[in-house]
């Protein structure tokens, strides 16, 4: 890609990753609900000792409520 390169890239694309799929993005991220819904529903699953593994973090939009959950 022209005008992108390995030290900004991230940076960048993280910008336009949020403006997509960020909380006020236009694009739900599942059909179940906002990332604090859909971290509801996998600590639900995952019971209080579970462990879960996000493929994929991106910009942590569902990784940082599943944190903040344990």
Known sequence: MD???SETYGETMAEVYDEWY???????LTQIGSPG???DRV???AGPAGTVLEL????GRLALPLADRG
């Open 3 to 5: 005008g992108y390169d």
């Open 22 to 28: 960020g909380a006020d993005g236009g694009i739900a």
């Open 37 to 39: 819904e859909v971290a």
């Open 43 to 45: 600590n639900t699953l």
């Open 56 to 59: 994929g973090v991106g910009t």
